[in-house]
């Protein structure tokens, strides 16, 4: 009865392939949201879509492309990874952008 | 932009103690959510508490509860009874309601209880 799941949970690659995490919710939620977590425990807004819709973009390296499939799926993948993009990924899902948000259990992604 | 701080990095409290975790923030918005979130290790972002920005009364839930203070714009945690599963990053976050409804997060206070 998980409410929002990640895939996978950790990631391990070499610098300059490309990778995608995906994300899952089961709350019938229409908004979800992408953070990163850096290794300082920093966390900031990535993207946001509402209804398939992108809604937030924030200063992103256009490597990273969100995508969603539909309202419970929003996946992210990154292309040419660098060293940098080690960090982890929390996906987060809401109801209309104004209620609580709800986050996954996280990615660790590390680039060697 | 809104900002928020933590101005604790680390806290420590014994077992069954009180413990208040600060927060401020810096916002020229009226109408806002202001939130606790707790990282265990485990790494799951958990919701503790919110708080509405237009309702005096500050939030409880259970053992957790916050002061407000909207003019200071000042959000603490406080928690009662602290118990050994309360060891985690603390995170305090703003989202406006108005616009982009992100979260924005503060550094965090990694809170440790002690037997």
């Known amino acids: 009865d998980t409410a929002v799941s990640q895939t996978p949970k950790y990631l391990v690659t070499q610098m300059g392939n490309d990778k995608s995490i995906k994300c899952e919710q089961n709350l019938g939620h229409d908004t979800m949201y992408w953070y990163k977590q850096d290794s300082k425990k920093f966390l900031k807004i990535m993207f946001s879509y509402n209804n398939k819709e992108l809604i937030i973009n924030e200063t992103v390296p256009n490597r990273f492309s969100p995508k969603s499939p539909d309202k419970a799926h929003l996946n992210l993948h990154i292309n040419s990874l660098e060293l940098g993009d080690s960090a982890v990924y929390f996906c987060a899902s809401s109801q209309g952008g104004w209620d609580t948000q709800y986050f996954g259990p996280g990615t660790r992604l590390t680039v060697l | 932009a809104q900002t928020v701080t933590q101005s604790q990095p680390e806290m420590s409290v014994q077992e069954a103690e009180t413990v208040t975790l600060s927060c401020t923030y810096d916002?020229?918005?009226?109408?806002?959510?202001l939130f606790w979130y707790k990282q265990p290790p485990s790494r799951q972002m958990i919701l503790v508490i919110r708080?509405?920005?237009?309702?005096?009364q500050n939030a409880t839930e259970n053992r957790f509860s916050v002061n407000f203070q909207k003019a200071a714009k000042s959000f603490s945690l406080k928690i009662s009874d602290s118990q050994l599963g309360d060891a985690a990053m603390y995170f305090c976050a703003y989202r406006s309601n108005q616009g982009a409804q992100k979260l924005v997060f503060g550094q965090g206070t990694r809170l440790t209880i002690n037997p």
């Open positions: 708080q509405e920005a237009y309702k005096q």
């Open positions: 916002t020229s918005e009226s109408d806002y959510y």
